[in-house]
C-alpha cells in the first residue's frame, strides 16, 4: 500500500513540474507556442490529453494521496 501512495506522491510531482515547465518554457519562449495555450506544441501532438485532462487528473492523484494517507498513517 505505501508503495501506492509514493508513487502516487511521485506522479504528483512530476506532473506539477512539467505543467510548471510547459508554462515556464512558453512564457520565456524556449519552445515554441503558436497557438498562445502554454502548451509547447511540440508536446500538443502526444501529449494533449495530460494537458486537458489536468485537472481531473490532479483531483484524482489528490483524492489517492489523501485516501491511503489517512488509511496508512490514521
Ligand atoms: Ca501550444
Do not use: C, H, Q
Not at 501506492?4 to 515554441?32: C, D, P, Q, W
Not at 508536446?43 to 489523501?66: D, S
Amino acid at each position: 500500500m505505501k508503495e501506492i501512495l509514493y508513487t502516487l506522491i511521485f506522479t504528483a510531482i512530476l506532473m506539477g513540474s512539467v505543467y510548471a515547465y510547459a508554462v515556464y518554457a512558453t512564457r520565456t519562449g524556449l519552445k515554441e507556442d503558436e497557438n498562445k495555450n502554454f502548451i509547447p506544441d511540440s508536446w500538443e501532438k502526444n501529449f494533449k490529453w495530460a494537458f486537458t485532462g489536468k485537472a481531473l487528473i490532479m483531483l484524482a492523484l489528490g483524492f489517492g494521496i489523501g485516501f491511503l494517507t489517512n488509511e496508512l498513517f490514521f
